[in-house]
């Protein structure tokens, strides 16, 4: 970005006498600020000398101050061959970084430390060295975020700083300029807006600020309009009249009485030999974010905070901190209303000059910050970033390579992949068990989904075909409860985990997977026994086995599914051995039962324990081992159903 409107420059116009030197015209134009003439003029100089050490120094010092150091490499090389110092290898250092040349750059950082002993010299070439070993590993914060020049919007001078207020696109332009800047030779810039929906901008009706007068001869930038629409704050500055305040500084219009107001100095400014410029409000209004290189700051430019006071204007600012400033350059605040803080800085690792950046809370609370990556940031200046769509779409400037002019303005959109989607349709069917037939189609049973959450995802009664559908989502767990007056309610468990194809192969948007489960009820009447298959006790003893366990456990869940019954849970021997002791041992069997399903959660004053001994043989004379297991049996009947 062009020295347009904030970097700091000392324009105090000192009239040249045609009768001086070239070189002295050169040096009144550079301490003058106006490094674009300065540039010119000894560039003529090193045409007939290349070794005038003044010349390489005075052009590598504009093209420095003027925010192209990139361009002034080739100047401070020659400097570090003629006359080494540590500001010529670090200046060095600088501009092979902003053109991308990282291990030039390291290799000009580790020079420089071997021309001082000063700590903080040290120090922040240093922090330079580790910035660039940061910049090696950075992620895209929106991987999916696209970006694209606005080409019918911007033009051959500088076009930046876009925000959205009220269906209108206000932003910084050099169209129509009247003059150029001799900072760096770049049109002055103006205050344009065009009508705007969204990213869709009507270039064609762009025109100058209608709602107050732009001013010819100097600067007019970065503009904020308040949420609801009746204040506008911008930088205004750089003017060549010695009758003007002598920095940039943020102006203020209000809305009053039908029209906006003439625009006045702010005293958030607080001194006029102070610079400040892209201001931000935040998302309420209540506070101003800006820029400024006031004293007591972390670097060159710094980010504060001001507050609304009760007559409309702001003050009491407040720096933002060493962790988001830095010995750079911070500028363009964007504060957004999820406590995200979006911001440039060429003092935070990035892929050269300033990058933008958000700042956010991680897992513990503590505020992190993190470059936004390689599609949104390039070697040169990326700024002024503002959200039509959070976070999907919106606006910064660049003057990166490949745009139509100077700054331009670029959109962004979301270009996320529609998902694909896979729809699970489960098709649960009711049965109810007959005695010696197939299972027969148990209609009106109702049937609830739960999540594994235990919450329900959905509820219906079975149809005449005993069916109830559900849409159930992918790699998930499920239980199903199917229940009908008269019978025993059930609970089965459900899952999709494995049922449904890898989605990375899929090619239509939408695919549907039906899948099918039964559920069969049995009646529920009173007194009648059923038995439990597959009790078994070692002999003469009572106690559960683990194989029994997992049968009583099917017990423990149909008490639990139906919470009103209450049941006689009995055990029976074979004929063999005597009645007395036949009684007993079932007896203990039963309890042992009863008391592993307490132990489950189930109240024990809903199981009855009964032994039967070898009082109800199924099998009278039983010879054989297997009639023998037939009567060793276990059985509950429902003794009590509770309303």
């Keep these: ?99 991308d040349k990282n291990d030039e750059a390291k290799e000009a950082f580790e020079k420089a430390k071997g021309y001082t002993q000063d700590e903080a010299f040290l120090a922040e070439t240093q922090r330079q060295l580790e910035a660039i070993k940061l910049s090696e590993g950075i992620a895209d914060y929106w991987p999916n975020h696209v970006l694209s020049n606005y080409k019918d919007l911007n033009t051959a001078g500088p076009d930046y700083a876009p925000v959205i207020s009220e269906n209108f696109i206000y932003f910084t332009s050099g169209r129509q300029a009247s003059g150029l800047y001799p900072a760096d030779g770049s049109p002055y810039t103006k ?87 892209t201001p931000a409000f935040s998302e309420d209004g209540s506070e101003l974010y800006f820029a400024s290189n006031r004293p007591g ?113 670029y959109f962004f959109e979301d270009k996320t992949p529609k998902p694909k989607i896979i729809n699970v349709l489960l098709n649960v069917y009711t049965k109810q068990r007959v005695a010696g037939a197939d299972d027969a189609v148990l209609e009106q ?76 009820l049995d009646q529920l009447v009173l007194d009648r026994s059923i038995v439990l298959e597959n009790i078994y006790y070692d002999l003469d003893k009572a106690d559960i086995r683990p194989d029994a366990a997992l049968e009583l456990d099917k017990l423990v869940q149909i008490l639990k599914d139906n919470p009103a019954i209450r049941i006689e849970l009995s055990s029976h021997t074979d004929s063999r051995s005597g009645d007395a002791y036949n009684q007993d041992l079932s007896q203990r069997r039963a309890q042992s039962a009863v008391d592993y399903i307490v132990s489950q959660g189930i109240s024990a004053d809903r199981l009855v324990a009964k032994g039967y001994g070898k009082s109800q043989l199924i099998v009278e004379d039983a010879t054989t081992e297997e009639e023998h297991q037939t009567n060793r049996r276990t059985e509950f009947k429902v003794i009590e159903i509770k309303e």
């Design 445 to 520: 049973a109702r049937v609830v989904l739960y999540d594994s959450l235990s919450k329900q995802a959905g509820g219906d009664f079975s149809n005449t075909n005993g069916r109830v559908r559900f849409t159930l989502t992918p790699d998930a767990d499920f239980s199903i409860i199917a229940s009908k007056s008269g019978y025993f309610s059930k609970s089965i468990p459900y899952t999709t985990k494995g049922k449904t194809p890898d989605i990375s192969t899929l090619v239509q948007d939408v695919t549907n997977i039906t899948l099918d489960t039964t559920i069969v």
């Design 297 to 409: 700051g972390f670097g060159g430019i710094d980010l504060y905070k001001a507050t609304r006071l009760a007559n409309s204007d702001f003050g009491n600012p407040v720096n933002l901190g060493p962790n988001i400033n830095t010995p750079g350059n911070e500028l363009f605040p964007r504060p957004m209303a999820d406590g995200k803080f979006f911001f440039s800085s060429d003092g935070h690792p990035g892929y050269g000059k300033l990058d933008l950046f958000v700042a956010e809370k991680d897992a513990a609370g503590a505020q992190v910050v993190k470059n936004l990556g390689e599609n949104f940031n390039s070697i040169n200046d990326d700024f002024s970033l503002f959200f039509t769509e959070y976070p999907k779409a919106g606006f910064i400037a660049s003057n990166r390579d490949g745009g139509v002019g100077d700054d331009d303005i």
């Design 1 to 99: 970005m062009k020295n347009h409107f904030f970097w700091i420059c000392l324009i105090l116009l000192i009239g040249v006498s045609s009768c001086k030197s070239l070189q002295e015209k050169g040096n009144d134009q550079f301490l003058s600020g106006q490094y674009q003439y300065a540039i010119n003029s000894f560039s003529q100089i090193l045409a007939d000398d290349p070794e005038n050490k003044e010349a390489n120094q005075v052009i590598a010092e504009s093209y420095r101050l003027s925010n192209r150091i990139e361009d002034a490499g080739p100047y401070y090389q020659k400097l570090t061959e003629e006359d080494p110092t540590f500001e010529s290898y670090y200046r060095l250092g600088l501009s092979l970084k902003a053109q």
């Design 191 to 277: 205050l344009f807006r065009a009508r705007a929906e969204g990213l869709r901008v009507d270039v064609t009706g762009a025109q100058a600020l209608p709602e107050f007068k732009n001013e010819e001869g100097l600067n007019q930038a970065a503009i904020a309009i308040s949420p609801d629409g009746n204040t506008i704050i911008y930088a205004r500055g750089n003017s060549t009249s010695d009758k003007d305040l002598p920095e940039t500084a943020l102006f203020v219009s209000y809305f009053r009485g039908g029209g906006f107001t003439q625009p006045i100095w702010m005293p958030v400014n607080e001194d006029e030999t102070w610079w400040n410029s």
